[in-house]
């Protein structure tokens, strides 16, 4: 697995930022935060848009050398298109029925084949860890991509603790089931087309503990917004986006290579690695090229992504374009 | 008299045919203002959008020229055929833009993945070759190539048909777990081709039916 973290012609973000500024940046971000909250409070008398689970979880973070720095997204961009099927297939349903994810209470349950299982409250689950910036790129299978300020901790701490046995080989990740209030949950012939509810995906034993995938409880510097997956979801970067699954519940060791919800509807469509390659084709979207959201022009997709210095290690003498 | 004469001499009452091309026209006139920035705007992946809502509107314009005879033939008011080849042309004129749009917005004319969607993506051949057939038929139009092809004009032009297939197909192709939208969109194109069988066969037992009797 690979240590080294940043890229050679990247510069680290100590080098370009003045020391007096970067030891000030709590104060800053409190500030924000704060004002943020004041104005969504007071201003406009509305609840905080955020998860009601984690309401007042304090977002302090560092940064990180895996962050990208590309110009980010804005937010309005990341939280009004969206693809979460459960609360409609269109791009601003999440958006509009995002009240319709209910997140408090939310309890994770980690077990399977592990010497520490446990369930957690979301709190207990998130507060024994650090935050990190991670500014991602963000590839959707559909062909258009991000650029997302996450706030998070990597999955291996997790795991760490957890501390799965030698079995385990692979990672099984499963999202609320909550057809009662979820109307992309509730089946209408054709609507969901098949798709198997709860969400599901999985990730192979060492992409999970590599150190690029990262559980993400903030956006910006907020708590992650309903749509984006709140309270807390996966984010592996050099996949595309639909593998990073949201508002997960359930965290399993197992065995076996998992059952994941689109790898069901369409195995020949969205393959269980579904590394970004833009030399393996979609049968229906081009993936030699991508829009990042906010531009005009069409840009070469990467392989892996962008992070083939980090990741491609993973899958040495695997062939690709059979392991999709 | 004939039913061609009769045909011909069914007006649609005045100011129908101009009411019924402005109306056509709205949906064009309302992505456009879109595009603009009026309505919201086109939203945060604006291209897409724009393929969207103009694929969506090709495909009703397509519906809607398929429409005409078997309103026709329901309402038996001849003077709606009058405005068939209008809606046709209207409906080439949705494809068109739809097709620009994929051409010189989405890929900016990059002729190497132009190239590539034409060759290795199935929705895109399909989509691709129902414009081709409406091509064929908007170039036959008018009333002289009407007249020069004769017979072979109707056989020509019943490749709307097939267009309206291949349309369907682009659509379900490019359908992600949601198929309500092509499932209504195949319904009615099923039933206006469905008709058009069942017209057909009516009409031939009928013809049968006076000859027996007579």
Redesign the interface.
């Known amino acids: 697995m690979l240590i080294r973290n940043r890229r050679r012609s990247e510069c680290s973000h100590s080098e370009i930022t003045p020391p007096e500024v970067y030891a000030r940046r709590r104060e800053f971000l409190r500030a924000g935060v704060g004002l943020g909250a004041g104005l969504a409070l007071g201003g406009l008398g509305m609840a905080l848009p955020a998860s009601a689970a984690l309401r007042g979880f304090p977002l302090e973070f560092e940064g990180s050398d895996y962050s990208t720095d590309e110009s980010k997204t804005a937010y309005d961009?990341i939280t009004?298109?969206n693809n979460f099927?459960e609360m409609g297939?269109g791009?601003?349903d999440p958006k509009t029925y995002a009240d319709q994810l209910k997140t408090d209470p939310w309890t994770i349950t980690v077990d399977g084949l592990c010497e520490n299982p446990g369930e957690y409250a979301v709190e207990d689950f998130i507060s024994p860890w650090s935050l990190e910036e991670r500014i991602y790129r963000m590839r959707c299978v559909?062909g258009?991509s991000m650029v997302i300020p996450w706030i998070g901790f990597e999955l291996n701490r997790i795991i760490e603790k957890a501390q799965p046995r030698g079995g385990a080989r692979y990672v099984a990740f499963e999202s609320i089931y909550d057809p009662d209030n979820l109307r992309g949950q509730r089946r209408r012939r054709?609507?969901?087309?098949?798709?198997e509810w709860p969400y599901t995906e999985g990730l192979r034993l060492d992409e999970a503990m590599h150190p690029l995938t990262i559980l993400a409880v903030g956006l910006y510097d907020e708590v992650l917004p309903n749509q984006n997956g709140a309270p807390i979801r996966v984010v592996v970067p050099w996949k595309y986006g639909f593998k990073s699954i949201k508002s997960i519940q359930h965290i399993r060791f197992v065995e076996d290579q998992p059952p994941t919800l689109w790898n069901q509807?369409q195995s020949d469509e969205y393959g269980f690695y579904s590394n970004v390659n833009p030399d393996v084709?979609h049968?229906?979207w081009?993936q030699?090229?991508e829009?990042r959201?906010g531009e005009?022009?069409?840009r070469r997709t990467e392989m892996f992504n962008g992070y083939a210095d980090e990741v491609a290690s993973l899958y040495e003498g695997m062939d690709l374009t059979r392991y999709i | 008299m004939t039913a061609s004469t009769r045909r011909a001499r069914a007006r649609p009452p005045r100011g129908v045919w101009w009411a019924v091309l402005l109306a056509s026209l709205v949906p064009a006139a309302w992505i456009g203002l879109r595009t603009l920035g009026w309505f919201d705007g086109l939203g945060v992946n604006p291209i897409e959008k724009l393929l969207e809502l103009s694929g969506t509107h090709a495909m009703i314009a397509l519906l809607i020229a398929l429409a005409v005879t078997p309103l026709r033939q329901m309402t038996g008011l001849a003077w709606i055929v009058r405005l068939r080849r209008m809606l046709g042309l209207v409906a080439f004129g949705y494809v068109t833009a739809h097709a620009l749009i994929w051409l010189g917005v989405d890929l900016f004319f990059d002729w190497e993945l132009v190239l590539y969607d034409l060759t290795e993506r199935p929705f895109v051949m399909v989509g691709f070759a129902a414009w081709l057939i409406l091509l064929a038929l908007t170039l036959t139009s008018t009333d002289g190539a009407q007249r020069w092809l004769k017979k072979k004009w109707v056989w020509l032009h019943r490749g709307v048909y097939l267009a309206g297939v291949l349309a369907v197909l682009h659509f379900l192709w490019l359908a992600r777990a949601d198929y309500v939208e092509v499932a209504l969109y195949a319904a009615i194109l099923a039933f206006l081709l469905g008709w058009r069988v069942h017209y057909r066969w009516q009409t031939r037992r009928r013809v049968h039916a006076r000859r027996v009797s007579a």
């Open positions: 961009e009004s298109y099927f297939p791009k601003s559909e258009w054709g609507s969901s087309g098949g798709l509807a084709d049968p229906r081009s030699r090229t829009r959201i005009f022009r069409r």
